[in-house]
């Protein structure tokens, strides 16, 4: 399984970015794909999860501000980021997990750097 991330950059306070995530190696649409992200000296925490259905799932410090959205014929998961803020500085790393109680996989993480 490969999970492959674009998206990434530098992007002034108030910006916006669209991160995608491209996996392969599945027989099938994945159950759950989603974002983490990691801040320096933070540990990872979940950014935002969509399940194969349409359900979502955002950590309350971006609800309102991002929006995850798949495309189960491409096996690609998208973020949309806006009125970024310099604390969304941070690696987001693509995850996904084939079933609901399956291992999960992660990508190798894209840099996201907020600041004037």
């Known amino acids: 399984v490969q999970l492959q991330a674009y998206g990434g950059g530098l992007v002034q306070p108030g910006g916006s970015l669209r991160l995608s995530c491209a996996v392969s190696g599945f027989t099938s649409s994945p159950y759950r794909m989603g974002w983490y992200r990691q801040a320096p000296g933070k540990q990872r925490e979940l950014v935002a999860y969509?399940?194969?259905?349409?359900?979502?799932e955002y950590a309350d410090s971006v609800k309102g501000r991002c929006t995850i959205s798949r495309d189960n014929a491409k096996n690609t998961v998208y973020l949309q980021m806006n009125s970024l803020k310099p604390e969304d500085t941070a690696i987001y790393y693509c995850n996904t997990r084939a079933r609901s109680y399956t291992e999960d996989y992660w990508g190798k993480g894209t840099l996201v750097t907020v600041s004037s």
């Open positions: 969509i399940i194969r259905g349409g359900s979502t």
